[in-house]
């Protein structure tokens, strides 16, 4: 395996009584680099996760974090890395800034140096005004991003982030994202787990995709989106009208599709920037008056069905509940 | 090792911070000797006869004894109660010495101990009883039930760790202690119990601490005359006690705690 690579893993698996977790994970993420991990409830992701972290031990294959075994020089990979699983995991009796000095200190820091850190922190997460409340008290997204202060503490090498974003109302998404992009502007490794495509999309460099506990695909996200036969083409028209579908052949990769009504037109679309603004062009020259137009991106759902021919959940999109931060 | 010890000396804190948020947690260290000692003292033991002495003089040594030995259950609750949250996990993802959180437990509850060995002397002290031997006895005496109290947490730990929550913890603790701490000399002389009770009451490690106290502080102590090899010796067969159980229990939570996490 190539020698500058941070988390390197060959054939992990992992079993929890009858049930098959991981059948044979494969990774390779260059160091300063962030990988996402994508893949729907109980692909995996969570094992491998704590596989990585040291958690929970592999029943076959080898991995490596930070150039150290994850079995046997655990340790040396414990001192390197730091963890954010999906459930925070906080001592909800003590405040946030005393889980943090407690952390510190944990992670080798003498109590003063701890105490700075600490502070350092809770200013960057904004979290200084609760800082000394328990956390038992603090609100979802406030424990969340404890939790992600809690994981670079010790300034880790890796981080691993597992499903960072789940549950939060779309404006607590987009901080977090931004959070983590600082996070790991200074060099740190990333590994991601998501459900989320357009996470995944913003914030990896590279995706592996994971679906019953196997590596399915792996690429950059353009590359993801390639294989999967691109965006599509949604417009809706003012009123019925045959021209429509000539007009908006040209830029369809295929068949222009009708709605019964005769006002929705769907076609598979090539990438590229400008697809709207080029379709409402294209029906205006032909005298259309259009009333909607939009252009959807390949969504988990569609990178699913196109690897695995079936929807990423039983109701065909990724759950998500909005709490607010 | 320095580096061990610190972590100890982290989860101890850790522990403490908890009984600062909640101190009714201490109710078992604070308000139970002191409620033990007013019920057992002037309710049951109004009719007790103790040759050579006053009751409050006999039981002093047994009330020390009987509280230390209930208020080691706290230490499974706490370890339980780790357990059953997600906090255990953040620990065992830091570079960390992963026995330090049974240590640290341990420490907190010796330290919770000491507090009770102080109320239930100065709550002794204020009804009456006296000690009749010198400082270094008396100092001796608290240190072996100390040492009783520090064993029997151990064992609470390893009950901790294998069961399934902090009721159970707590359930099954209270059904294992409070016969281990009553079936003894701790609040009656075992003279006139029936056999099979005496029998076990005479062997009992709680017996032997509450007699070596008894010796210790000066007090009466009507086991004296029995022949059982540690009512004989109490003061080496109470230390005896407390390092077997030691030696057995501490490895053997340390064994229960790897097993526990790992997956």
Redesign the interface.
């Known amino acids: 395996m190539p020698t500058d690579s941070t988390i390197q893993a060959e054939g992990l698996t992992k079993r929890y009584g009858d049930t098959t977790a991981l059948a044979g994970i494969e990774l390779d993420v260059e160091a300063g680099s962030i990988l996402g991990m994508l893949g729907p409830n109980g692909a995996g992701k969570t094992t491998a996760v704590?596989i990585l972290?040291?958690?929970?031990?592999p029943d076959g294959g080898r991995a490596q974090v930070a150039g150290f075994d994850i079995v046997t020089e655990a340790?040396q990979v414990?001192?390197r890395?730091g963890?954010a699983?999906q459930?925070?995991?906080?001592?909800?009796?003590?405040t946030g800034r005393?889980n943090l000095v407690?952390?510190g200190?944990?992670?080798?820091l003498r109590r003063a140096d701890a105490r700075v850190r600490a502070s350092e922190l809770l200013d960057r997460f904004d979290l200084t005004d609760a800082a000394d409340r328990?956390s038992k008290t603090y609100s979802g997204g406030m424990r969340r991003r404890l939790d992600l202060a809690?994981s670079v503490v010790?300034r880790p090498e890796v981080l691993f982030l597992d499903e960072p974003t789940t549950g939060l109302d779309p404006a607590s998404r987009l901080r977090m994202w931004d959070v983590i992009r600082q996070l790991v502007s200074d060099g740190t490794t990333l590994l991601l787990t998501t459900q989320y495509l357009d996470e995944a999309d913003t914030l990896a460099d590279r995706i592996v995709v994971i679906d019953h506990g196997l590596v399915i695909a792996e690429g950059t996200s353009l590359e993801l989106k390639a294989s999967t036969g691109g965006a599509r083409l949604s417009v809706t028209l003012s009123a019925p009208n045959a021209a429509a579908v000539a007009a908006l052949a040209p830029l369809a990769d295929g068949a222009v599709h009708v709605s019964d009504d005769g006002r929705r037109l769907h076609a598979a679309v090539r990438h590229g920037s400008g697809l709207g603004t080029e379709a409402v062009r294209a029906l205006d020259r032909a005298g259309i008056l259009v009333d909607d137009v939009a252009v959807l991106q390949p969504s988990l759902d569609d990178v699913f069905f196109e690897l695995t021919g079936r929807p990423s959940t039983p109701s065909g999109t990724p759950e998500t509940q909005a709490v607010p931060a | 090792m320095s580096?061990r010890w610190?972590?100890v000396v982290?989860m101890t804190?850790?522990n403490l911070?908890?009984i600062r948020?909640?101190p009714a947690q201490l109710s078992d260290v604070t308000v139970q000797p002191v409620l033990f000692t007013i019920l057992f003292i002037f309710v049951f033991g109004a009719g007790i006869v103790i040759a050579g002495g006053s009751y409050k003089d006999f039981a002093l040594a047994g009330l020390l004894t009987l509280n230390l030995t209930t208020s080691a259950i706290g230490t499974a609750v706490g370890l339980s109660t780790d357990l059953s949250?997600?906090?255990i996990?953040?620990?065992?993802?830091?570079?960390?010495w992963r026995t330090a959180v049974l240590v640290g437990r341990s420490v907190s509850d010796l330290l919770a101990a000491t507090l009770c060995v102080t109320i239930v002397g100065l709550t002794g002290l204020a009804i009456g009883w006296r000690p009749d031997a010198s400082i270094i006895s008396v100092v001796a005496g608290f240190g072996v039930a100390l040492l009783f109290s520090y064993a029997v947490s151990w064992g609470c730990a390893c009950l901790g760790l294998v069961s399934q929550g902090p009721e159970s913890a707590q359930g099954v603790g209270l059904i294992v202690l409070f016969p281990l701490a009553f079936v003894s000399n701790a609040m009656v002389p075992t003279q006139r119990m029936p056999s099979v009770l005496r029998f076990i009451a005479n062997w009992n490690p709680v017996s032997a601490v509450a007699a070596a106290c008894r010796d210790l502080f000066g007090n009466p102590n009507p086991s004296s005359t029995i022949r059982a090899w540690p009512m004989q010796h109490p003061v080496v067969a109470a230390v005896g006690w407390s390092l077997i159980i030691l030696s057995v229990c501490a490895p053997l939570a340390a064994l229960l705690y790897r097993r526990r996490i790992?997956?």
């Open positions: 704590r972290t040291t958690l929970a031990r340790a414990r001192s890395i963890v699983a459930d925070a995991t906080l001592d909800e009796a003590l005393q407690m952390i200190e944990l992670s080798g328990i809690a010790s | 580096a610190h972590d982290v804190r850790r911070l908890h948020r909640e949250t997600g906090v996990d953040r620990f065992r993802s830091l570079p960390m790992t997956e």
